[in-house]
Antibody, heavy 123, light 111 residues
């Protein structure tokens, strides 16, 4: 059973950079062609896809986040990371990491998720 | 604001059946596969349905999914108190630039 666990600072000031890490256990991040993903949930709101990094290193992200998002893989530690620059209060949310899978074109689904970590942006 | 619309809430008594609609358009549901997630606040969301109507191993057959045109539906039969949660649909949206989108979410209440 694959398990994911987010870690990172819970409180940031505006304009700082959010850095989160997702540690994967129960499976290698390099096998099975997964899309290692980040998803967030603003307070009292729904889910928002942030982006993914494919096991090969290519990535894609929500265009609404423009160029603020960077994702990376660390196979040696079986983990992947998210960086979001120039944060504002609008980035306050619970951040989830998840494993994405795709069986065919037009398909992406998230079969394992972390518990989520709350990140608050406040001066 | 999501491009996939769900009813804010649905409710039913234990043992009853509920359905949750997810309405989109030809740039998302109409062209791509839909997945469904159950989320109890404070916990990890759980994949219930993928590829429109497929259940992952370990998911009860009380949960079912379907898709027709630009809408998808999640059905829950034999409603249980443990089913009380938020439910989200999700799929790719191909409006340039493409992005994965989740539905607005539906709160299921067991009366």
């Amino acid at each position: 059973q694959v398990q994911l666990q987010e870690s990172g600072p819970g409180l940031l000031k505006p304009s700082q950079t959010l850095s989160l890490t997702c540690t994967v256990s129960g499976g290698s991040i390099s096998s099975g062609s997964p899309f290692w993903s980040w998803i967030r949930q603003h307070p009292e709101k729904g889910l928002e896809w942030i982006g993914f990094i494919y096991y090969s290193g290519t990535s894609d992200h929500n265009p609404s986040l423009k160029s603020r998002v960077t994702m990376s893989l660390d196979p040696s530690k079986n983990r992947f990371s998210l960086r979001l620059t120039s944060v504002t209060a609008a980035d306050t949310a619970v951040y989830f990491c998840a494993r994405g899978r795709s069986n065919t074109e037009g398909d992406l689904h998230f079969d394992f998720w972390g518990q989520g970590t709350l990140v608050t942006v406040s001066s | 604001q999501s491009v996939l619309t769900q009813p804010p809430s649905v409710s039913a008594a234990p043992g009853q059946r509920v359905t949750i609609a997810c309405s989109g358009d030809t740039s998302n549901i109409g062209r791509n596969f839909v997945s469904w997630y159950q989320h109890l606040p404070g916990t990890a969301p759980k994949l219930l349905i993928y590829d429109n109507d497929q259940r992952p191993s370990g998911i009860s057959d009380r949960f079912s999914g379907s898709k027709s045109g630009t809408s998808a539906t999640l059905g829950i039969t034999g409603l249980q108190t443990g089913d009380e949660a938020d439910y989200y649909c999700g799929t790719w949206d191909l409006n340039l630039p493409a992005s994965f989108v989740f539905g607005t979410g539906t709160k299921v209440t067991v009366l």
